[in-house]
């Protein structure tokens, strides 16, 4: 069966409160893409943040001292090292430029997933205003799949994504930072491969793998495109949560 | 556009001398998949190796001394651990069951890439043989990609996989091991935003973008598909190598 991702076109700015599945649903109607049962709607953390309203302003921070210490070592502002600190579990690394940690959610990315860019704020200065992760992409993912299944009456998977860096390799890529009825990882243990022999462990990051080509099709900037219709998702959709991708600290090599 | 993953089913076993061009686009051919210029062909590793004959009976390999001493730490069979350490630069973690290098690729993997899975040779017991990467990933795509242009006269893009598991997070994913003629980074530094604010520097790795869905479709075992061809790759083509998306030691935070 062929994936497919579509990209949803003509989505409005996003404001607090706004909800997103009656854009998204309107947004797929005059795109003219049909809803089924199985397909997965892909989100850009972007959207979802700015409608729970988790734009913050950088005047409105007080740094802490150790946020101070941080912020000279990481050559970035102190007001945004103190939101780096408090949206994170651990800091990891620290390099000019660049501070990566464990965020509160548990995931490892750079500066705690805070982003300067399509962001404005209420005095129209961008330099001022960042945006925050939403509070908890699970449920974020969740509350727009009972919606839609509420208006459709379709059984849907959600997911969140954003760009993140990684160890190794150069060059961002679309991961997800929330899901919702559709699996994280599958285990592909126990399979029996062409000639009856076993296959050993395999459990592949099936959210991840889509999260990264929904996030090449939605871009990143001027043209960027918030959300991405799925079909052929070649597995079984069931309840999950981010918490399946995220490699625990002791399980870690390369922490 | 519509970003699509069609999977290509019926091929055959693959032996040392086959020409994977050819059956690529009789595979393609007996699926109705037509090819287009930009299209992109993404080729699982193992069909590449076993067409350059990558095979390797481990009755024919000796163990140094150095992969004996590593074989009791990894509890692997000396043989394979000879094997590994002959294809990498430098062992990077070893622990009960884990062998984690510096391919001589370049790119960092569990055991080398080196794979019992799938594999059978000509004595028929398929514990007794395992399969190399294939010997220069970007040059194996660089030969399917000129023959395909012979053949059907399209310009296309050619992709070899394979599933890499990742520091931080559960589950492998499909990774870029050697690319042709399709950008390994897309670069969007200096796009501009919504806004008009300037985007920091943004480097997407759009060639694992497209390896990890297309490794989605392919699956592991039984059912494997070892090519799927992907139409609607948002970028356009270029000359290139694996070598884009390799991060150096030096800028790798995290070895």
Redesign the interface.
């Known amino acids: ?7 949803l076109p003509q989505m409005p ?1 996003i404001y607090p409160g706004d909800n997103l599945a009656e854009i998204l649903l309107a947004s797929m109607q005059s795109a003219r893409v049909g809803l089924e049962d199985g397909d997965i709607l892909v989100v850009a953390q972007k959207i979802v943040s700015k409608a729970e309203g988790q734009l913050v302003s950088l005047a409105t921070v007080t740094p802490s001292k150790e946020a101070l210490e941080l912020a000279k070592r990481s050559e970035k502002d102190p007001r945004l090292v103190e939101l780096i600190l408090r949206e994170s579990n651990e800091v990891l ?1 620290v ?1 000019p430029g ?1 501070i ?1 940690v464990e965020h509160r959610l548990g ?2 990315c750079a500066s705690a997933g805070i982003d ?5 704020g209420n005095d129209g200065n ?2 001022d205003w960042v945006l925050l992760l939403p509070k908890n992409p699970d449920s974020s993912a969740l509350e727009i799949r009972r919606k839609i299944k509420v208006t459709t009456g379709n059984r849907v998977g959600v997911m969140i994504i954003d ?1 993140h860096g ?10 997800a930072i929330g899901i919702s009825g559709m699996p ?3 285990d ?1 243990r126990g ?5 009856g ?1 076993r ?2 462990i ?5 959210a ?6 929904a ?3 939605m ?4 043209e ?1 495109i918030p959300a991405v219709h799925v079909r ?3 597995f079984a959709l069931r309840e999950s949560s981010l918490k ?4 625990s600290k002791e399980n ?4």
């Open positions: 069966m062929t994936l497919t991702f579509t990209p700015l690394r390099r660049t990566i995931f490892i300067h860019s399509n962001v404005k961008p330099e760009s990684r160890a190794w390799r150069m060059g961002t890529v679309g991961t994280g990882l599958v592909e399979w029996q491969d062409l000639f022999y296959l050993k395999t459990m592949v990051a099936a991840d793998e889509l999260a990264a080509a996030s090449l099709v871009g990143e900037a001027a960027g052929g998702f070649p399946e991708l995220i490699r870690d090599l390369f922490r």
